[in-house]
């Protein structure tokens, strides 16, 4: 259980994050760069759900989307709505956070699209076992792993 002053730390800090015009600095608002990482991670997995449930979401436009809303919506949101500087919080308020942001987005991607489509994950195992199996069966009769690869 959490105690009674870490409480009253969380909130405090959930006060600074959603009062608009507060203009933070490093000095008052330490935190600012590990909520806006946080805030990444929301925003990634909310895309990711989105993009792995949707019927056609395949290609790199939905990376460049997802790497776009991960890096620029919170740095839009701390700058235009919270007011702090760019310049004093350094680049950890710019770009912390947006390659594991962009993997989460990834990784929730796959899974969900995944999940939702079992027939080609069946379909893929197929493939995938018989490949496997031709190619250690050539292994073990001395032959050589791209013979396997010929037969399909």
């Known amino acids: 259980m959490s105690s009674p002053s870490s409480t009253v730390e969380k909130k405090s800090m959930m006060e600074k994050l959603l009062t608009p015009g507060w203009k933070p600095k ?6 600012l760069c590990e909520c806006i990482v946080w ?8 895309y990711g759900v989105y993009i792995g449930l949707e019927e056609k979401s395949r290609g790199g436009v939905n990376l460049m989307v997802a790497l776009n809303l991960v890096t620029f919506v919170p740095v ?3 700058t235009t709505y919270l007011g702090a500087s760019q310049e004093e919080f350094g680049a ?3 770009f912390g ?4 942001g962009l993997a989460l987005t990834t990784l929730i991607w796959v899974y969900m699209y ?8 069946a379909a893929f195992s197929l493939v995938f076992g018989k490949l496997m199996n031709a190619s250690f069966t050539s292994m073990e009769a001395g032959g050589e792993s ?3 690869a010929s037969e399909f």
């Open 26 to 31: 490093p000095a008052t608002f330490p935190e």
């Open 39 to 46: 805030i990444r991670f929301v925003i990634a997995v909310c």
């Open 76 to 78: 839009f949101y701390a």
């Open 92 to 94: 950890n308020l710019i």
């Open 97 to 100: 956070g947006v390659m594991e």
């Open 114 to 121: 995944t999940a939702s489509h079992p027939e080609d994950e």
């Open 146 to 148: 791209a013979t396997a």
